[in-house]
């Protein structure tokens, strides 16, 4: 008999200064048999989500658990490459065959790539799971628990239906957020390392800042205008959409030249409270997922064309959700803008991002009565948007941060000004 070859698995190194990740669940069963580059397990920094594959064919020995807080480069699997792969059943060839039937219909379903992996390999037609992240993305959660109410089908057979026995929403979320009338179940979990380090950082941000928010209103009419007429060419042209997003960047960005010091840091100097200045507008715009916020940068937004924001706005977007994000894409801005109204916000305080010293807050567009610019004494219905900007009052005035909200709203109401900046 040859002598059993294992190749260990150990945690990579998410970036710079993270010695400590959990896992968030194994994919496969231990002692199962996985391919090369098989996708195993998502770990969890306080930074990102990332994913760990196979380094080798063969059969997985789970050495942890899921939750499980790990150090970077410790073994939590190994693989017998020697193993060989079981001959596949007759009811596991039905599966797969009943799989490949689906995968057209499949393919067609917004889910996140980890849901994809377990929905083909468990014989589950995405197309009939709902989805419970954002915009009805399937994740992860959603096909093993239609999985596990297959299962728990098969195995005992109601007596009469009941009034909840066809949800339309996941049983993820029936389980996890609906309870009957009159519950009084008490549920506990652990908060992600990604979550816990939201949590840190916001709490950090208050009891250190001198934190302020000031706020201002714009009209979006020309804006609105601008786009409608030129997004089918805009589209066209560079294959991405034209979005608000990339009037309020290229907006901060100009801002911020002329108001550096909300562009700045608080950090010592030779031992003593300083100030570090930027001369690059490093610009991260939050971008929300079903595990908290995160914050991918657009660097040197000054120099980028709205074209070159929109275009790294969507990948950010897409790649968040599947948690493909680096680390070091998520570090390192001088300032971000934060958009509620993507939410219905009408109006909030956003928390400061440190070491950062300043956050855009862009709220819905909702239609009030105001005075008719063009024509002066008379109320019009425009489309208005609330600005909110937090900010560090240590090294920022109170003239600034209204200067720098004004100059925002300058050039969302007259966007032409945007190509003179």
Request: hydrophobic letters at 40%; one cysteine or more; aromatic letters at 4%.
């Amino acid at each position: 008999m040859a002598a059993s070859m294992t190749v260990d698995i150990t945690i990579p190194s998410p970036g710079e200064s993270i010695t400590e990740v959990s896992l968030s669940g194994w994919l496969k069963d231990e002692g199962a048999f996985v391919e090369k580059d098989e996708l195993l397990a998502e770990i969890e920094s306080d930074k990102a989500t990332l994913e760990l594959r196979a380094p080798a064919a063969g059969k997985l020995k789970i050495a942890t658990r899921k939750g499980d807080a790990i150090k970077v480069g410790a073994i939590v699997a190994s693989i017998e490459t020697n193993a060989t792969r079981p001959t596949a059943t007759t009811a596991t060839t039905a599966a797969s065959a009943s799989a490949s039937a689906n995968k057209t219909d499949t393919e067609s379903v917004r889910a996140s790539s980890v849901a994809k992996k377990i929905a083909a390999e468990k014989g589950v037609d995405l197309a009939h799971v709902a989805g419970s992240g954002p915009s009805g993305r399937v994740m992860k959660e959603d096909v093993l628990a239609a999985t596990a109410q297959a299962n728990s089908a098969t195995e005992t057979k109601p007596i009469m239906p009941t009034l909840t026995s066809a949800p339309t929403k996941s049983a993820a979320v029936a389980a996890s957020s609906i309870a009957p009338a009159g519950s009084r179940g008490v549920r506990r979990e652990k908060m992600t390392k990604l979550r816990q380090r939201i949590a840190e950082r916001l709490v950090h941000a208050q009891h250190t800042a001198a934190m302020l928010t000031t706020f201002n209103e714009c009209d979006m009419t020309e804006v609105m205008r601008l786009r409608a007429e030129n997004k089918d060419a805009f589209e066209k042209t560079h294959g991405v959409g034209l979005g608000f997003m990339s009037f309020f960047v290229k907006a901060a960005a100009s801002a911020l030249r002329k108001y550096p010091r909300v562009n700045a840091y608080v950090t010592p100097v030779d031992g003593e409270s300083g100030i570090e200045f930027h001369d690059y507008a490093d610009i991260a715009v939050a971008v929300g997922t079903e595990k908290g916020l995160v914050v991918p940068v657009l660097r040197n937004a000054e120099t980028l064309s709205f074209a070159g924001i929109e275009a790294a706005i969507k990948d950010f977007a897409v790649r968040a959700k599947d948690g493909k994000l680096s680390v070091d894409e998520m570090t390192g801005g001088t300032f971000t803008i934060s958009n509620g109204g993507v939410y219905g916000s009408l109006m909030s305080t956003p928390i400061l991002n440190p070491p950062q010293s300043a956050i855009l807050g862009m709220h819905s567009i909702k239609k009030r009565a105001v005075e008719d610019p063009r024509n002066p004494g008379q109320v019009a219905l425009r489309p208005m948007m609330y600005l909110a900007l937090s900010y560090d009052h240590r090294i920022i005035d109170g003239s600034e941060a209204v200067g720098f909200l004004v100059h925002i709203k300058d050039m969302i109401e007259k966007p032409e000004r945007l190509l003179l900046a």
